[in-house]
């Protein structure tokens, strides 16, 4: 998998999630205005387009009119959509003045210009990264600790670009929770059909994933391309193991982030979701704050603010306590989740180096293997659960032969034995083996396989090829851990079975 | 590893056996157990008569390999500074200046090691164990490859020291030559006639890529039931009745690097038991002691080896052995 054609995609759906999600907000909290769903193919379409010409097309020489022609196509398709599909508008094509003030025009137009922006600035952060691979290779760089003292002593006018990918993340997070809140409290998201709510909620945690993906993707893409300009080798298996620990991190973020509370900071979701639908439905956000916001439409009760601290009575003390617990569990969740992700980077990047690590840094590590082999746990417990089951249910649609071989190989993987068709190979020689003894010819404990073959060849010389191909196959299979491929396999099956007949002949006619 | 490495190494065995073959007639087998020696790192103890081409083996050896080969005559009077070498006081420049012994070269032959006293066989097997020596304070690292071939007389044992157990267990292997047969000897006779073949002899090779295959050679694959064999092989031999002492763990790490040169050699890139059972009479039979009832007998090491690998299973399969 060549992560340079990945990361764009994943940028392209992180910019589609969020602008998405801000547009779907706007709509219920402003009411004014509602989201079309040709807006998600053209925002989708957008977005792709803006951050694969961006990271691979666009460069310092190219000219602006180029970008300008690239919005202007963007927007003026969304503005004949718009025509087409709300036709007959109160004003002609031309007359832009009435267009730019029709929420109808400016908002979806708005919206589109969001996503190329944001998907064209990923794009050309990518360009970036490139370019700073490209210097720190021609400065020879080989470590990476030493990129980032090259990157301070030489100024080369560019920005780390993790920092940027990191600061949208968090930014556009914050931004999604403040108006998914504000939804939810006005009371709008109530009266939307479950399929609505269904596919709010996944646009918000697929955008969630995709981003958290992104930063690992993005992280990687950076040390890979540095590696590449500075010509360091890393193991084939990095990337894998990268992105398996990535996707640990991110359930675990997820899970975390759907189920955490979000009222535990001064200021709150709940403060700042309360300013916001006073700021789209044009109510005084200060007078929201103090407690005596009541929105017209739609409808909603205070009692369903779930607001602590601002209540009228004082909190009881088993009500504190209680308040405190709850507090102490969610700072330590958070604590646990960053020292998780702190954990993911340093176990991925300080392999060999763990055991230098000291105080906060080792304690990340630490719980971070100790997540990660919980979950392999887990996941281990539930395919042997599985196993098991599918063990029980062959017992019962199975004939008795099937069962017992069944149950022949369950017992050679619980050995940590040979699998498959190597399997089958081993067993085929334990046959000839078994049958040579039938007829006499014995397979003394000291013998090889080869010197079997031998004594083999020696009595039945009409299958000397046979046996000599078998066992070759046999040693490569036993001994040198060959991979078996299908036709090869059938093939040794079947001088098997040829020699196993001639043995047999060889035994009837020796009575 | 790849294929292709364990090819260049098979394809070097065929090119230096091929090479040595032009001086030396006969003895392939004893020739790839020398190669086999040379690519594991280990060092050869050679018991047998004189004349049989002991020197002529390990000078064809070293020009084939385009390294430097020297020789040392070991008597009762040899110095361990005839060995390693000595500082000389230079009196133009009014220094010390060292001057290499004869072990600073990459293929040694040390003639009639049992002849040495005590002392001068103790400083060979430090630099052979080492691969460095230290005259004066000072060290010098011996080039890579090194491998030094000793030989004794097997039947002449007046004013000989022979080599305690503990030094020869230092011998990675354990060679005999054997006088050739007729048809051998002829050809000799024939080839010798007119100019020496050695002189003619080209290298095939250089120290660089034996340095390269001797790498290889360490990444030959072994499987589980292969090294377990190595080793209960070896422990069989420490419980055997007619044994005084077995062989060492040193012993079962020599059989089973041994057992991966010869299957590289072969062009496999992983052992199988034939190798180590092809291998354990070489690598073996040197390092056990019989008890003095059983060498009266006339029983010899090397029936103890035979016997042990017609005895001690392979296991190849569990069924397949008959339990």
Redesign the interface.
């Known amino acids: 998998m060549k992560l340079k054609h990945v990361v764009p995609s994943l940028a392209a759906l992180f910019s589609f999630s969020v602008v998405s999600l801000v547009g779907q907000y706007i709509s219920l909290l402003y009411g004014g205005w509602t989201f079309p769903v040709w807006l998600f193919a053209v925002i989708f379409l957008v977005s792709f387009e803006s951050v694969y010409f961006s990271a691979f097309f666009l460069s310092p020489r190219t000219p602006i009119t180029v970008r300008l022609l690239e919005v202007g196509s963007a927007v003026g398709a969304v503005y004949v959509i718009v025509r087409l599909t709300l036709s007959p508008l109160a004003y002609e094509w031309f007359e832009l003045s009435q267009a730019i003030r029709d929420p109808y025009v400016i908002l979806p137009a708005l919206l589109t210009l969001a996503a190329w922006f944001m998907a064209g600035g990923y794009g050309q952060q990518f360009t970036v990264i490139h370019k700073l691979g490209d210097q720190l290779g021609d400065a020879s760089a080989s470590t990476v600790s030493w990129e980032y003292e090259s990157l301070e002593s030489r100024d080369y006018g560019v920005t780390m670009a993790i920092e940027y990918f990191f600061w949208r993340l968090f930014g556009y997070g914050f931004l999604i929770g403040v108006l998914a809140i504000a939804a939810s409290r006005s009371g709008v998201v109530d009266d939307l059909s479950r399929g609505y709510r269904l596919g709010l909620g996944v646009l918000g945690i697929g955008g969630l994933s995709v981003g958290l993906i992104l930063q690992g993707a993005v992280y990687l893409f950076r040390l890979e391309t540095i590696w590449s300009y500075t010509g360091t080798r890393v193991s084939e298996g990095f990337q894998k193991d990268w992105f398996k620990n990535l996707a640990i991190f991110v359930i675990a973020v997820v899970g975390i982030v759907s189920i955490a509370p979000v009222n535990y900071s001064p200021i709150t979701y709940d403060r700042l979701s309360q300013w916001a639908i006073g700021l789209f439905q044009g109510m005084d956000p200060f007078t929201v704050i103090e407690g005596d916001f009541q929105p017209e439409s739609p409808p909603h009760s205070n009692e369903e603010m779930v607001e602590w601290g601002i209540g009228e009575e004082e909190p009881s003390f088993w009500f504190a306590l209680v308040m405190f617990l709850y507090f102490l569990v969610v700072v330590g969740g958070i604590a646990l989740l960053v020292l998780l992700a702190v954990g993911f980077f340093l176990v991925m990047l300080a392999k060999d180096e763990l055991d230098k690590l000291k105080g906060m840094p080792q304690l990340a590590v630490r719980i971070y293997r100790a997540f990660t082999a919980a979950v392999c746990g887990g996941l281990m417990a539930l395919r042997d659960l599985w196993g098991r089951g599918k063990n029980v249910l062959r017992r019962y649609t199975f004939s008795p032969t099937d069962t017992l071989s069944a149950e022949r190989t369950h017992k050679a993987g619980k050995k940590r034995g040979p699998s498959g068709p190597v399997l089958h190979i ?1 067993q085929m ?2 046959r000839i ?2 049958t040579g ?1 039938e007829v006499g010819i ?11 073959g031998e004594l083999l060849r020696e009595k039945l010389p009409s299958v000397n090829t046979e046996i000599q191909f078998f066992i070759q196959s046999y ?2 299979v ?4 060959r991979m078996v491929e299908p036709e090869w396999k059938e093939r040794v099956m079947e001088q098997g079975q040829e020699i196993v007949r001639q043995i047999k002949a060889w035994g009837k006619e020796e009575q | 590893m790849s294929k292709t490495d364990v090819d260049s190494v098979a394809r070097f065995g065929g090119d230096v056996l091929e090479n040595i073959s032009r001086v030396m007639v006969g003895k392939q087998k004893e020739i790839r157990t020398l190669l086999v020696a040379l690519l594991s790192e280990g060092h050869i103890l050679l018991e047998d008569v004189p004349g049989v081409g002991k020197t002529m083996m390990a000078r064809a050896l070293a020009i084939s390999i385009g390294g430097t080969f020297s020789r040392i005559q070991c008597t009762p009077d040899l110095l361990p500074s005839d060995i390693t070498g000595v500082s000389i006081f230079d009196q133009k420049r009014g220094d010390f200046v060292f001057r290499p012994g004869p072990i600073m070269a990459q293929i040694v032959l040390a003639d009639e090691i049992n002849r040495a006293t005590p002392r001068s066989q103790s400083s060979l097997l430090e630099c052979m164990g080492e691969g460095q020596v230290t005259v004066d304070g000072k060290t010098y690292r011996l080039e890579r490859p090194f491998l030094v071939l000793a030989t004794q007389n097997p039947v002449e044992y007046e004013g000989t020291f022979p080599l305690p157990e503990a030094q020869l267990d230092r011998f990675f292997l354990r060679l005999h030559l054997g006088y050739p047969t007729l048809e051998e000897e002829n050809i000799i006779l024939q080839r010798l006639q007119g100019l020496h073949p050695i002189e003619s002899l080209e290298a095939c090779s250089t120290p660089e890529q034996v340095r390269t295959l001797q790498e290889v050679v360490t990444k030959v ?1 072994v ?1 589980d ?2 090294r377990d064999y190595v080793v209960r092989l070896t422990q069989s031999t420490r419980s055997h009745s007619h044994v005084q002492l077995g062989a060492s763990p040193r012993g079962s790490l020599a059989l089973m690097r041994a057992a991966q040169a010869w299957a590289a050699l072969e062009g ?7 190798d180590v ?1 092809k291998m354990a009479p070489w690598v073996l039979a040197h390092r056990i002691v019989l008890k003095p009832e059983s060498q009266l007998r006339g029983l010899t090491s090397e029936d103890v080896i035979s016997e042990l ?6 296991r ?2 569990e ?5």
């Open positions: 081993r020689f334990q083996v078994r003894r014995r397979m003394g404990p000291g013998q090889t396989p080869q010197e079997y040693n490569e036993r001994y040198g851990k | 694959f499987e039931s292969v496999r890139d992983y052992i199988l038991p034939d059972k690998l017609h005895t001690v299973p392979v190849a399969e069924d397949g052995d008959g339990k």
